[in-house]
């Protein structure tokens, strides 16, 4: 088997193994390898991204950050480049949490072209899953908030991966429609 075929499906196993008693915040649920998976897909499919090591990343994107895993497992068998991606998109979780969202706003222009394109991807998913799948208890205000942070980050980075930024111009064009025409039944 063509090499780069087993190391995509060991960092599938690997990631699945990593998030198993996760599940997404959204109402339905899901598992959260879920997620990793959606955000590796649009950057191949969508973002026509065929480096190996930034699909890599992508799979392994949320494991240092909400799972035990250290950045010495993802080097040693992934590899530094690998590694250092997915440590440029991990939040540091001693912040509280307005600040990390500020220091995503202010980081994005400073990441690789590799971590740009797999948080433009992230970003995609998320408010994806903000708009259609959203957890119970967040408002539309909420909601709003959120796809605004989104694209105070994406802004930081533009000319990463311009296929990537026209989906994500129109999830957020979309998503906006969809948040106002829902507000304007509580007024
Ligand atoms: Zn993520």
Not at 40 to 62: M, Q, R
Not at 75 to 103: H, I
Request: a negative charge; proline letters at 4%.
């Amino acid at each position: 088997m063509d090499n780069q075929i087993a190391k995509i499906i060991e960092a599938v196993s690997f990631s699945a193994k990593k998030h198993r008693f996760q599940t997404r915040k959204g109402a339905a649920s899901e598992p959260y390898i879920n997620h990793p998976l959606e955000v590796a897909n649009i950057l191949a499919s969508i973002g026509g991204v065929t480096d190996l090591e930034i699909l890599l990343a992508a799979i392994l994107h949320d494991t240092i950050e909400d799972t035990e895993t250290t950045a010495e497992e993802i080097t040693e068998r992934f590899g530094s480049r690998v590694c250092n991606m997915v440590l440029e998109v991990t939040d540091d979780k001693s912040l509280p949490k307005a600040e990390r969202k500020q220091k995503q706003i202010e980081h994005a222009p400073y990441l690789s072209p590799g971590a740009k394109q797999v948080k433009l991807a992230d970003k995609i998913s998320n408010i994806t899953d903000v708009v259609e799948n959203p957890p119970k208890e967040w408002t539309e205000q909420r909601r709003r908030e959120y796809v605004d942070w989104g694209v105070n980050v994406i802004a930081g980075l533009r000319g990463a991966n311009p296929a990537l930024e026209r989906h994500f111009d129109e999830l957020v064009a979309r998503a906006k429609r969809s948040l106002a025409g829902g507000s304007q039944h509580h007024r």
